[in-house]
């Protein structure tokens, strides 16, 4: 009788799993699209709902750190009170992280350095914690504080990019390119267009060397492309390099070109490996002037030409700039600085894991 069971069971199985099988094989048309399409929007939600989750983890440490610092400003608590606090937390949540007395004195600052909470709530509170350390520990100015809060926020950096464009002093190279914006584009694009390119561009990911002929940088900004879009910023995709050009039977290549969406418009880069001579200038305002006939889409904006080199001389620049007027800009780029761009940053966004991992690794 038990082997009858048994062989029963082993029918049962059997008709499940062939079945199934049999149906993987027989999938109607638009299965896949439709599956990938739900895959999608469940990653989605499943990354709002972590996100959710640790912005409201960082409104509770406020909270907790501002009743410490209440406390201890008006009735003089000591820091051994932590301690206790500490304790105490952990054995009524064993099941939560976060109560060491490291993290909770992070949580006093964290409340100290952020009084409004209204601003926590729009800004710092929607990045993660740890970058919200690293912003107390390196930061003591509560304007640049808040200022690279906001550019993390806008960018998406993890704590390790935080840690570079801060050590990379990212405030003083941003809008600091010379151009011509303020005469070649309406008000509104000229303001975002000097916010959004730089000087100097720092490509440490380059190697030792800095490279002595302009094919040899391009290859390696190519060879490092999403090192190279952080570095560029938000909002550039990347169209191709040595992109052929046909003059009257002559041919041309432009280094990279690249789509900017929030600008709507194409960059043009061109790549020196010297210092900067005036007919670079000539030779990038034609290379957009094609750019705008032949590939420009009519909703497009007219592109914007960037030329990077090892060094220039400002005065030089400003009176080549002059009297062109596509608008352009001219910047150094640099590969020796004191600290090198971290090897374990993949991209603008984190993953779920990472997410997941950042909410329940906040233990110090």
């Given at each position: 009788m ?7 069971r082993?029918k ?17 048309e ?14 989605q ?12 983890m960082i ?14 400003q008006?009735?003089?608590w000591g ?15 064993p099941?939560m992280?976060?109560f ?13 350095a ?28 509560p ?10 926020l ?24 010379i ?13 975002l ?5 730089k ?17 040899d ?13 952080l570095e560029?910023?938000?909002?550039f ?6 992109v ?15 789509y ?11 790549l020196?490996?010297g ?18 006939v ?6 497009d ?20 700039l ?11 780029w ?7 761009l971290p090897d ?16 329940g690794?906040?233990?110090?």
């Amino acid at each position: 009788m038990a082997t009858d069971n048994r062989k029963q069971r082993g029918k049962n199985v059997n008709d499940i799993v062939f079945p199934v099988a049999e149906s993987l094989m027989q999938l109607p048309e638009g299965y896949s699209d439709f599956i990938a399409d739900i895959k999608a929007r469940v990653t989605q939600q499943r990354i709002k709902t972590v996100l959710a989750a640790s912005t409201e983890m960082i409104l509770l440490y406020w909270e907790i750190g501002n009743a410490i610092l209440q406390r201890q400003q008006s009735e003089g608590w000591g820091a051994k009170v932590i301690d206790r606090m500490s304790y105490d937390l952990k054995r009524a949540f064993p099941d939560m992280q976060g109560f060491s007395p490291r993290n909770l004195k992070y949580m006093r600052k964290f409340a100290e350095a952020w009084p409004d909470f209204q601003l926590v709530q729009r800004t710092v509170a929607l990045i993660p914690w740890r970058s919200n350390i690293t912003l107390l520990d390196k930061l003591q100015n509560p304007e640049l504080r808040l200022w690279y809060a906001i550019k993390t926020l806008e960018n998406g950096f993890g704590k390790d990019m935080l840690v570079f464009q801060i050590d990379s002093q990212l405030h003083k190279r941003q809008g600091a390119s010379i151009n011509n914006f303020n005469v070649a584009l309406p008000p509104a694009d000229s303001d975002l267009a000097s916010q959004i390119f730089k000087d100097p561009y720092l490509f440490d990911f380059l190697g030792t060397a800095d490279p002595r002929r302009e094919i040899d940088l391009e290859r390696k900004l190519v060879e490092h492309i999403q090192k190279f879009l952080l570095e560029l910023g938000q909002g550039f995709a990347f169209v191709g390099r040595q992109v052929h050009l046909e003059l009257g039977g002559d041919d041309f290549y432009i280094d990279l070109l690249f789509y900017h969406l929030k600008l709507r418009c194409y960059v043009v880069i061109e790549l020196k490996a010297g210092e900067f001579k005036p007919e670079y200038v000539s030779k990038l305002n034609m290379y957009q002037n094609v750019v705008n006939v032949t590939l420009k889409h009519p909703d497009d904006k007219p592109s914007i030409g960037l030329l990077l080199v090892k060094s220039k001389n400002k005065m030089v620049v400003e009176y080549s700039l002059a009297g062109f007027t596509n608008p352009m800009g001219v910047a150094e780029w640099e590969n020796q600085i004191s600290q090198s761009l971290p090897d374990d940053i993949k991209s603008n966004l984190p993953s779920i894991e990472e997410i997941e991992k950042e909410l329940g690794n906040d233990e110090f």
